[in-house]
């Protein structure tokens, strides 16, 4: 690890961090409100619309039972897709900056000649991206846990079941994140590292929510990265999702080694 890598990369990461943590927490806020508002309606619908049935399994990503609680349809906002936006969107551009954005820029030869390998760019950039992922992945309890606060229900949000989406989150977060990193390994362009990540991360979030209303979908769904970030199973279960989490953090972890063989032998263009 190097001192300084790790500090520029945090300096130049901090402000879109608040923005992210921010938007997150009150995403969360509001959706506690919405929830609030229309829980009981929602609640009706549930048991008597079976179109409705449908919507909500979209939305949730799993199925529901009869027993619509609020802390059940909480799930919905910690799969949201503003939320799902905004920290792919913190992923992609921090994971992508140094590791192809140095080399579109014409800077990278500047930067590599520095009195470090390639290896500990690669590492302290990494550490700093993932630490970043503490304070968004539990910006989805904070919000909760404010909404809760400022909002009343005929039954209370139960916080430690959703807790134990968080470290899903993270999990999910860190896959990403090394995703983007072993794309950007490859390629000399930051739009052509992002647009691959996001076209693999739209096909799997298009293709976990069709699982449910698709036979032939449901059958591939496991090749995707948003099959293992299930909310509603996660606290239907009330159990700490440790295949899932298991499954991202391996794959995070190929991802990360194949990006830093590649990124340590790569060819850099000079300015």
């Known amino acids: 690890m190097n001192i300084a890598i790790i500090v520029k990369t945090f300096r130049d990461s901090v402000l879109l961090l608040l923005m992210v943590v921010v938007g997150v927490t009150l995403l969360e806020v509001m959706f506690v409100g919405a929830i609030s508002e229309f829980a009981k309606e929602i609640e009706y619908l549930w048991l008597n619309r079976a179109l409705f049935q449908r919507l909500i399994r979209m939305l949730a990503g799993a199925e529901l039972s009869i027993d619509v609680t609020p802390t059940g349809l909480m799930t919905i906002g910690f799969a949201h897709p503003v939320m799902f936006t905004l920290v792919w969107g913190f992923a992609l551009v921090t994971c992508s900056r140094v590791v192809v954005g140095e080399v579109e820029r014409g800077t990278a030869d500047l930067l590599l000649t520095l009195p470090v390998s390639?290896?500990?760019?690669?590492?302290?950039?990494?550490?700093?991206?993932?630490?970043?992922?503490?304070?968004?992945?539990?910006?989805?309890?904070?919000?909760?846990?404010?909404?809760?606060?400022?909002?009343?229900?005929?039954?209370?949000?139960?916080?430690?079941?959703?807790?134990?989406?968080?470290?899903?989150?993270?999990?999910?977060?860190?896959?990403?994140?090394?995703?983007?990193?072993?794309?950007?390994?490859?390629?000399?362009?930051?739009?052509?590292?992002?647009?691959?990540?996001?076209?693999?991360?739209?096909?799997?979030?298009?293709?976990?929510?069709?699982?449910?209303?698709?036979?032939?979908?449901?059958?591939?769904?496991?090749?995707?990265?948003?099959?293992?970030?299930?909310?509603?199973?996660?606290?239907?279960?009330?159990?700490?999702?440790?295949?899932?989490?298991?499954?991202?953090?391996?794959?995070?972890?190929?991802?990360?080694?194949?990006?830093?063989?590649?990124?340590s032998t790569k060819d850099v263009p000079t300015a």
């Not at 606060?149 to 989406?165: G, K, N, R, S």
């Not at 769904?221 to 391996?250: A, C, F, K, N, T």
């Open 118 to 263: 390639r290896s500990t760019v690669y590492a302290s950039v990494s550490l700093v991206w993932v630490l970043c992922g503490l304070p968004i992945s539990f910006a989805t309890l904070l919000g909760a846990k404010v909404g809760a606060i400022c909002f009343d229900f005929d039954q209370p949000l139960e916080l430690a079941m959703l807790a134990l989406v968080v470290p899903n989150l993270l999990s999910m977060f860190v896959c990403v994140g090394c995703l983007t990193m072993c794309c950007a390994s490859f390629v000399s362009s930051r739009g052509a590292a992002v647009s691959i990540v996001v076209a693999c991360l739209l096909s799997s979030f298009v293709l976990n929510y069709f699982a449910l209303l698709w036979p032939a979908a449901e059958r591939i769904s496991v090749i995707g990265m948003m099959h293992y970030y299930r909310p509603m199973v996660v606290v239907r279960s009330g159990e700490w999702p440790i295949g899932d989490i298991s499954v991202l953090l391996v794959s995070a972890a190929v991802f990360w080694v194949v990006g830093l063989i590649r990124y």
